[in-house]
């Protein structure tokens, strides 16, 4: 389908921390923690507790995603983002509120776009932003990451990583990266967690056959 084919790594990968250091790449430019700015809501994906600290470690956010691909190639918005209305979705619903800055409508409208990419696999080789030529995984892509944060903070990165999961935040109005939940289903996380092999790279967590290079 549709959603299935746009991968998680085409919204997010452009943005994985090149200075493990930081909380983001952008941080300099965009903020403290690339949050929100005072009239916008952010949509994030992050590793969940990487370091086992209780802290969240940056993948990549919605909108600054959006931008960055308008500039790399502008047709592939077209089919790469999650949809609003069924169309691709674009900066200015990033600062449309019914009520402004409003916590529980930021998480709401961030649930209703990660939910459409929760399910993606993480062996997908679509061209994707920060991968435009579609040369590698974004599982592999991620543990690349996942490995940079970890060799940062002098963790064992000698056996690689289980089961990591992959969660959904949102940032109101310069306010704290919070969990996208809903009351039914709680907090939105990617399907699928994590597992790199101990030469970092991506393996299926159940065993299950999978892409292993594009």
């Given amino acids: 389908s549709m959603i299935t084919s746009r991968s998680l790594v085409i919204v997010f990968l452009f943005g994985l921390a090149s200075a493990a250091d930081r909380f983001c790449p952008r941080e300099r430019r965009d903020g403290f923690e690339c949050r929100a700015k005072s009239d916008q809501f952010k949509c994030g994906i992050f590793f969940e507790n990487l370091l086992k600290d209780g802290n969240i470690k940056w993948i990549g956010a919605l909108p600054d995603a959006i931008a960055k691909t308008r500039r790399k190639d502008p047709e592939l918005i077209k089919t790469i983002f999650p949809k609003v209305n069924k169309k691709p979705v674009e900066e200015d619903y990033f600062v449309t509120w019914s009520n402004q800055c409003d916590d529980g ?107 292993k290079s594009c």
């Fill in 105 to 211: 409508e930021a998480n709401s409208k961030c649930y209703l776009l990660m939910d459409q990419i929760a399910d993606d696999r993480l062996d997908n080789c679509k061209k994707t932003v920060g991968n435009l030529d579609g040369d590698d995984t974004i599982g592999n892509q991620l543990c690349g990451q996942a490995r940079r944060f970890l060799s940062s903070a002098k963790k064992d990165i000698s056996k690689g990583l289980k089961n990591q999961p992959l969660k959904f935040y949102s940032s109101t109005c310069k306010g704290g990266w919070k969990p996208v939940s809903s009351s039914v289903s709680g907090d939105l996380l990617v399907k699928e967690k994590l597992c790199c092999d101990s030469s970092w790279k991506y393996y299926d967590c159940e065993g299950k056959n999978f892409v």
